[in-house]
């Protein structure tokens, strides 16, 4: 059973940036890609980025050119870095396919406040 294991959240201030790490199943990735996602207080986990196995990204538009993710030269982690913290930015982060073929990890929780 693969595991996702999220890193790299925290308690940064709004401006801020962050670097986020999710380790990516190399079937999973080559098949399918990868994707972060979030999940605010109240709300529905969304998807807010996205990347195949050869390095096509997309971004969702409320957070693009603040979000960025990539990958290793090994393609067996992802990374998704986030720039310009916005206090709304709070979320438990995760990573997982697109098509959601893999068990949630326990994510990475993302606290931008002053």
């Known amino acids: 059973q693969v595991q996702l294991v999220e890193s790299g959240g925290g308690l940064e201030q709004p401006g801020g940036s962050l670097r986020l790490s999710c380790n990516a199943p190399?079937?999973?990735?080559?098949?399918?890609?990868m994707a972060w996602f979030r999940q605010a207080p109240g709300k529905e986990r969304e998807m807010v980025a996205s990347i195949t196995h050869y390095g096509v990204t997309d971004v969702a538009d409320s957070v693009k050119g603040r979000f960025t993710i990539s990958t290793n030269s090994a393609r067996s982690t992802v990374y998704l870095h986030i720039t310009s913290l916005k206090p709304e930015d709070t979320a438990v982060y995760y990573c997982?396919?697109?098509?959601?073929?893999?068990?949630w990890g326990q994510g990475t929780q993302v606290t931008v406040s002053s």
């Open positions: 997982n396919t697109p098509t959601l073929d893999l068990q």
């Open positions: 190399r079937t999973h990735f080559e098949y399918d890609g």
